[in-house]
Structures are given as structure tokens and as C-alpha cells.
């Protein structure tokens, strides 16, 4: 039941991702809306379902870090950590 309700959870992840949250920011880094939600997914995997804040550190961080990072930024990363919290 547990890997169900997380595999919707990552189908809302995608969908929101897809549509840009409704919101619309700067991305100087390059950032392409697959490399967001990628991004997105692989954050709401490791923050266990946390979609919402993982849309806000994607938007934080696309401001920052580079399109060919956001693949390998790993959640241990201070910057990836600096957005946890501001999000």
C-alpha cells in the first residue's frame, strides 16, 4: 500500500512539475522543465513525499546551480540543505 500512495504521490510530483506549480521563475541556470522535474521526483523520494517544499527548493535552486547539476546534487549537498530549510 506504502509504494501505491508514493507512486501517486510522484504522479502529482510530475503533473505539478509539468505545469510549473502555477508559478513562474527565473532560471538563469538553464534549467529545463524535465531537469525540473527530475529534480522534483528524486527530492520527493528523499524528503519522503515532501512535494511542496521540494517545488520551492527547485525554484531556489534553478537560481543557482546549474541544469548539469541539479541531476547529482545529493541531499547531503549544504546547498541542497540550505534550501531544505528555507523552504
Not at 510530475?14 to 524535465?34: E, F, T
Request: aromatic share 4%.
Amino acid at each position: 500500500m506504502r509504494i501505491r500512495l508514493l507512486g501517486w504521490a510522484v504522479v502529482g510530483v510530475v503533473g505539478l512539475a509539468a505545469c510549473g506549480g502555477g508559478s513562474r521563475v527565473a532560471n538563469p541556470a538553464g534549467w529545463s522543465k524535465q531537469v525540473r522535474i527530475n529534480f522534483i521526483t528524486s527530492c520527493t523520494l528523499t524528503t519522503g513525499g515532501q512535494t511542496t517544499r521540494c517545488g520551492c527548493m527547485a525554484d531556489k535552486l534553478s537560481k543557482e546551480i546549474p541544469a548539469q547539476q541539479a541531476d547529482s546534487l545529493a541531499p547531503d549537498d549544504p546547498r541542497f540543505q540550505a534550501a531544505l530549510k528555507s523552504c
